[in-house]
């Protein structure tokens, strides 16, 4: 499985980024349940979800502190995986990884917690100036 976010970069507070992921591998010819989280991580401090999804009912999860901002959606076809961010903070300045885990379960709620999932990208930073 591969994983490769991108969509990263400098924005000022109040702005919006929307980070992708694109994700490949021939296990998901056989498999159509799977988590797909993002997390962040500041330097120095635990990696944290931001929000996951599942993909076979679409059911999402979104942490308390992006409630409201952050969405994310999935497009099976294309194999892709965003997080759209608005009203961004210098508090979401971090460096952002997506995550997949395959197979899952049908119908169970996606994964929140990094031991999870197995497969994940190199990450992609996002920094917010204020």
């Known amino acids: 499985v591969q994983v490769v976010e991108s969509g990263g970069g400098l924005v000022q507070a109040g702005g919006s980024l929307r980070l992708s992921c694109a994700y490949s591998?021939?296990?998901?010819?056989?498999?159509?349940?799977?988590?797909i989280g993002w997390f962040r991580q500041v330097s120095g401090k635990e990696r944290e979800v931001v929000s996951c999804?599942?993909?076979?009912?679409?059911?999402?999860h979104e942490s308390d502190s992006v409630k409201g901002r952050f969405t994310i959606s999935h497009d099976n076809a294309k194999k892709m995986v965003y997080l759209q961010m608005n009203n961004l903070t210098p508090r979401d300045t971090a460096v952002y990884y997506c995550?997949?885990?395959?197979?899952w379960g049908h119908g169970l709620e996606c994964g929140t917690f990094q031991f999870e999932y197995e497969h994940w990208g190199q990450g992609t930073q996002v920094t917010v100036s204020s």
């Open positions: 995550a997949i885990e395959v197979p």
């Open positions: 591998g021939s296990i998901f010819d056989n498999h159509e349940d799977y988590s």
């Open positions: 999804i599942e993909s076979t009912d679409g059911r999402t």
